[in-house]
Every structure is written in C-alpha cells, then in structure tokens.
C-alpha cells in the first residue's frame, strides 16, 4: 500500500463544490470514480481544500492510497484519460503513509479577479467578477496591505462557520492590475491573498470589502478598523465564486 499526492486543477462552474454532494456532481466524486475505474480499487481521496461551488483551482492538493503498481508519476496520465475536460491531475507522487493535506504544515494562494465593463463578455463570465465602475488600484492595493499579519477575522468570516478560532496568519495581501483583462474590458484587478488557512467565504469577503475601496466606498485607513470591529457588516459583500482561484499549496 502506498500514498499517492495528486495536484488537481479543475474549472469549477459546472460543479457544487469539491465534497461530495447529495445535490449534485462534485470534483471528489469525479476523482473518486475515475481512481477506482482505472486502478480497479475502491479509491476514496482526502482534499487539502473543500472549494465551494463555482470556485476554480489550478493547484488544489489530494491523497489516496492504493496498492496499483503503475509508478507513481505516471498515474496522472491514467487517470485523467477517466476524466472529464473540466477537471486534471497536473502531477501525480508518493508521499509518506501518514502525510495528510489538511495537517501539515503550509500555505496556500488565492486570487480573486475583477474585470470592469458595462456588458460583461461571455467568454469571461466563468472566470471573473465584472463590475461597471472603474477602480482605484493602487488605493486597494494600499488597503490590501492593513490586512496582513495575524488577526481575529470575524469580520471577514461568513455565518454559518464552524471554526472554533477565528485568528488567521495572513502573509501576504496584494492587489494589481489585470494584465490579462479582455480588449473588450477597460481595465481589471487581480487581488491575491497568501495565508496560512482562511475562514468560511474569507478571501471572497476580502475580495468584496477591497472592491469596495476601488470604488471609494471604503477609505483604504479604514481597514484596521473594521478588522478590530469583529463585526461582519462593518466589512464589504461577499463576491460570487466565478472569479476565486485557488492557486496553490507550499508545504513546509
């Protein structure tokens, strides 16, 4: 028996979320089917990251374990012959029997991207938030930078979480333009978020207040204090799921 770790990247809109769903189809389920078709073992995997519904990843991390001879840095290419289009195995590796995604030590990014238009474009609506009014960049990267550090985050924490702290180690907050942004778009913003784990719906909660700065309606000096208020109305609206990346995990 061995532990195989899997990097998956997977456009997520036609999916609820990661985990497993009695609603619907998920990336687990996918995952879970297409390992137990190709190695013919009843496959369960463990995810780093249980993404909700629409959000997309290029880096999201897997475990399982298994007893395939195929060597371990081929079982990729198997499995993703399984899959369907939208989701991929980018790289496939032994890890130790009791490493586990969700206990060891790492970090991991996201990024949450903004396009501004009046008519949003339909080859861009998957991956991106559109809005009409133009943003101040540099003033949400100026408060981007107040929310670094390790803090109690109850204002960027939706209800309904379960965590029992609501301190997280944020190590980098950033915002910059959208260098990608349709010739169609006037202009975009990307804002990545580095941070140790987050709270339920925190970095779209950050999205969403640092919007709120690009349009003037939050002062960048407000930050620390609506960090300090612990109060989830004091900080900005939660973005839809379309434009949230999850980028990737460094493990220690």
């Known amino acids: 028996m061995k532990r195989i770790r899997l990097t998956v990247a997977y456009d997520g809109t036609d999916y609820h979320g990661w985990a497993l769903q009695e609603s619907g189809n998920s990336v687990e389920a996918e995952l879970n089917r297409a390992l137990s078709e190709k190695l013919g073992e009843d496959i369960r995997v463990i995810g780093a990251s249980r993404t909700d519904a629409g959000v997309h990843a290029y880096g999201n991390i897997a475990v399982f374990d298994t007893e395939t001879p195929i060597p371990p840095e081929k079982i990729c290419h198997a499995i993703n012959t399984a899959l369907p289009?939208?989701?991929?195995?980018?790289?496939?590796?032994?890890?130790?029997?009791?490493?586990?995604?969700?206990k060891a030590d790492c970090k991991k990014t996201y990024e949450y991207r903004i396009l501004v238009g009046d008519v949003p474009i339909p080859t861009e609506i998957r991956y991106a938030h559109y809005v009409r009014k133009s943003l101040d960049i540099e003033a949400m990267d100026k408060a981007?930078?107040?929310?670094?550090?390790?803090h109690d985050f109850s204002a960027f924490c939706a209800a309904g979480s379960q965590a029992t702290s609501m301190v997280r180690n944020v190590y980098s907050v950033s915002v910059r333009p959208f260098?990608?942004?349709?010739?169609?778009?006037s202009c975009g913003a990307v804002i990545s978020v580095t941070g140790n784990g987050f709270l339920y719906n925190m970095v779209r909660i950050i999205a969403g207040t640092l919007l709120d700065v690009g349009t003037g309606r939050i002062r960048p000096e407000g930050i620390p204090?609506?960090?300090?208020?612990?109060?989830?109305?004091?900080?900005?609206?939660t973005l839809p799921p379309e434009g949230l990346f999850l980028m990737g995990y460094e493990y220690y």
Do not use: Q, Y
């Open 225 to 237: 204090e609506i960090i300090e208020s612990k109060d989830r109305r004091m900080a900005g609206p």
């Open 144 to 150: 981007a930078h107040f929310m670094e550090g390790e």
């Open 179 to 185: 260098a990608d942004a349709s010739p169609i778009s």
């Open 85 to 102: 289009r939208d989701i991929r195995i980018l790289k496939s590796e032994e890890v130790p029997a009791d490493w586990h995604p969700r």
